[in-house]
Structures are given as structure tokens and as C-alpha cells.
């Protein structure tokens, strides 16, 4: 008999496909096409109106001659991200892998190779999953905008196509562990047949997690560019910019701090789900200087303060007026986006065996009143240079009296009338 926990269709085996997703935390995303060689982001050659006959020639001029995959994978990797998810086609229609389907693809451009192949060796040599993004809409395809202007032969040649370029996708790099859709608009799901070419994308890889950006929910949501953690029913990953571009754009340098981007990723993991970070390397291949140092310092921050943020799924209690909290079991992390050097924690039930700096171990004064736990002994400064993290070791599951602070009888006592 089939063991059913190794069938991804039965629910342990969709817990089991989920389980590393859920603990991942962190991943790269990465946006390289041909619009890195212009240096104003991946939307360009729709904002800017760039003529096809302009466009389609920056192909010859693409030849990645700094691009070392596998020093992209040591950098995630380094950095504490467990995937990555490389756009395999963006919106411009350039195909980075060596398809049989579409001719505007890196073998024919002047890279001369599949880029997309040395992407999944190097990914799987660094142990990290592998994420393809792929773009359902296409500026260049004739049929997709004809499709959607009305002419019904042009959208069934466009589905069929997708659908065509897609399975090859799917077929011929060995396991690929995420397909992240995108640009599903002027299409309906019907039109797409999303379920058809889901089904068919699960056949051929019975493991994979899909996106729900083909308009049917799949496996996970992708809020993009905002963060709240609100304990939701179903995985999440977060897909952030690290400036404020996807694609290659030099001339925007508003990077986010290593403490902004801790901060985010405490704050995804406070909530059970994942930040996917990215990265827009230039023509030639090279993640921008800038990106490669942020992310190095988020990996050191990482190294320090790990067991923060990496625990499995789990949801974050109301013990934030400093900045997000995240547990595991019978411990509590408080991520002090506000650094204090005396923390008082309102109504927390369970009492506090120990409680220290987590990146240093320095243990700190713990006191205890009927609606208070206090915290002292703190360093003046913030000890860590990212972000400091406090790790309280409890006597019993994280939980937090509510009704001790707003209005509990031996807080706020009944005056006589
Ligand atoms: C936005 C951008 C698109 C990018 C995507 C990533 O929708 O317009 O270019 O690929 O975000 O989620």
C-alpha cells in the first residue's frame, strides 16, 4: 500500500510539501532580465513606451559577464535565507532559460547560455530551495495584448503557449521547490485555465508550492511591499525591495537599514510567515555593492539572534509595545525596536526563570509584581548594533492577562460613588 505521507495530494503530505516553507523565514528574490542593463528598474520598457525594435536588441548586448550564481546563493545563504526565487520571465517576455518555446531567451542573446540552469545547480550546491518567478502577462507576445483587445484566436494561442512554456519550465531542471506567478491581470482565472495548468504544474512536480498570484489560492498569499502581522489561517511570505526598485536601479540608493529589514523579519516571523528580500544585480550580472553589505550584516545579526526568528509556525501575543515578540515553546523574544533600559511587561502570566541579552548571554534583574514583570540591569546603549533581542525563559506557555491591564479590579480599584 502507498504510504499516503509521501503523496503530496493527502493532507500530511500537503503539511509535509508545506513544512520547510514554514520554517524558512527568510529568502532572496532576485530581478534580473534585460532591463538591468538599462538601470531604471523592470518596468521600464512599458513606462517608458520603448518601441519593440528597440527593446528586443538589448538582448545582444547581454552577456552577464559578472554573473556567478553560485556567489548569489553564498550571499543568501550567508545572510540566513533558506530559497530563492529568481524571475525566470519578467513582464518584458526574456526568457532566461534555454527554451525550445520562446526565442527570446538568453541562449540566443548574447550570453550565448542557459542562465537559468547554472541558477538551480548553484541554488541546490549552497542546500537552498529553488524558486522560480514567472510572469503570466507579456509585453512582447503579440497574442497576449491582441488576446485581451478582443481577438479570441490570439488569447487561445496565447493560453496554449503559456501553457506549453510553462511545462517546460516545469520539465526540464529537476525539482523546483516554488513557482511564483505574476501579472495575472487582464485575464480571467477561466481564461488562464489557472486550475488545468496548476494541475498539470503539480503532475510534473508533485512537491512544489505555488503562489497565488494565478488567481487561484494555492499555497501561499504574497502580500507585497507592506507588513502586518495579523495572525492569518494560511502560510504568507512577504515580498519586500530592498531600495525601492525590483529591477537593477543605481540611481535609487533609498536601501533599508539592516535594522529595518531585522525589524521586518522579526515582524513576519511574529506573525508564522516569510520575507522574501530582493535584490536587482546590473547588466552584467553583480548584485549591487550596497545590497550585498546590508545583507551580509542582516546574516551576522542572524547568527546572533537565530533561534528569534527561525522557530516554527506560531503566532505572536500583544506584548509589543517595543516591537515585535516572537515565541517558541516556553521562551519569548521581545525585539526592542524601541531600545529601553528597563523593561516592565504588563500582565504576563507565566513567571520568568531567566531572562537575558540574546546575543550576548549578559543575564538580566528580573522582578516581579502581582501585574508587573520588570526587567533591569540592561546595558545604557543598545548592546547589539542591529537590533537587540531580549529572550525570556518562562515557567510555562507565553500568555498575557489582559483584563490586568485594562480595568482588572486590583489595577484600577473601584472608587466609591
Ligand atoms: C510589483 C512589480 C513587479 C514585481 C512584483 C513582485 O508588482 O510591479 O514588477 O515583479 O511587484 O512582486
Not at 507592506?226 to 531600495?243: D, F, G, K, Q, S
Request: net charge neutral.
Amino acid at each position: 500500500m502507498a504510504d499516503p505521507t509521501n503523496n503530496p495530494r493527502s493532507a500530511q503530505g500537503h503539511a509535509n510539501r508545506l513544512d520547510w516553507f514554514l520554517k524558512a523565514r527568510f529568502g532572496m528574490f532576485i530581478h534580473w532580465g534585460l532591463y538591468a542593463l538599462l538601470g531604471q528598474g523592470e518596468w521600464a520598457m512599458n513606462r517608458q513606451r520603448i518601441p519593440l525594435d528597440e527593446y528586443l536588441p538589448l538582448a545582444d548586448q547581454f552577456k552577464a559577464e559578472n554573473y556567478r550564481p553560485r556567489e548569489w546563493a553564498k550571499l543568501a545563504r550567508q545572510a540566513g535565507m533558506k530559497y530563492m526565487v529568481l524571475t525566470s520571465k519578467h513582464h518584458e517576455g526574456f526568457c532566461l532559460w534555454d527554451s525550445k518555446i520562446c526565442k527570446f531567451n538568453a541562449v540566443n542573446s548574447a550570453a550565448k547560455r542557459d542562465l537559468l540552469a547554472e541558477y538551480v545547480e548553484a541554488v541546490r550546491a549552497e542546500g537552498l530551495k529553488v524558486g522560480l518567478y514567472y510572469s503570466l502577462g507579456d509585453w512582447r507576445h503579440p497574442d497576449w495584448f491582441a488576446g485581451w483587445q478582443g481577438d479570441d484566436a490570439a488569447r487561445e494561442r496565447f493560453m496554449d503557449w503559456t501553457h506549453d512554456i510553462v511545462r517546460e519550465l516545469m520539465s526540464n531542471y529537476g525539482q523546483i521547490d516554488i513557482l511564483w506567478y505574476d501579472l495575472p491581470q487582464n485575464y480571467t482565472p477561466m481564461q488562464w485555465r489557472s486550475v488545468e495548468l496548476n494541475a498539470m504544474v503539480r503532475q510534473l512536480q508533485p512537491q512544489i508550492l505555488i503562489n497565488n498570484r494565478a488567481y487561484t489560492t494555492e499555497d501561499f498569499a504574497t502580500p507585497e511591499q507592506h507588513l502586518t502581522a495579523i495572525p492569518v489561517n494560511r502560510p504568507w511570505e512577504i515580498c519586500m525591495t530592498l531600495n525601492d526598485n525590483w529591477g537593477y536601479c543605481p540611481a535609487d540608493l533609498n536601501y533599508k537599514t539592516p535594522r529595518e529589514v531585522a525589524l521586518t523579519l522579526a515582524t513576519a516571523s511574529a506573525g508564522g510567515g516569510n520575507l522574501l528580500l530582493n535584490v536587482g544585480p546590473d547588466g552584467t550580472g553583480r548584485i549591487p555593492e550596497e545590497s550585498q553589505k546590508i545583507l551580509q550584516s542582516v546574516g551576522q545579526w542572524l547568527k546572533r539572534n537565530a533561534q528569534a526568528v527561525y522557530p516554527g509556525p506560531r503566532f505572536t501575543i500583544s506584548f509589543n509595545q517595543w516591537g515585535p515578540t516572537t515565541i517558541d515553546g516556553f521562551n519569548m523574544y521581545l525585539h526592542l525596536k524601541t531600545y529601553q533600559n528597563k523593561i516592565t511587561i504588563g500582565g504576563l502570566i507565566p513567571q520568568v526563570r531567566r531572562a537575558s541579552i540574546l546575543s550576548t548571554g549578559q543575564e538580566l534583574t528580573i522582578q516581579r509584581r502581582p501585574t508587573q514583570t520588570i526587567l533591569t540591569g540592561l546595558p545604557e546603549r543598545s548592546p547589539d548594533e542591529v537590533l537587540t533581542v531580549i529572550h525570556l525563559e518562562l515557567d510555562g506557555p507565553p500568555d498575557q492577562d489582559i483584563g490586568r491591564i485594562i480595568g482588572g479590579a486590583d489595577f484600577f480599584p473601584v472608587l466609591p460613588a
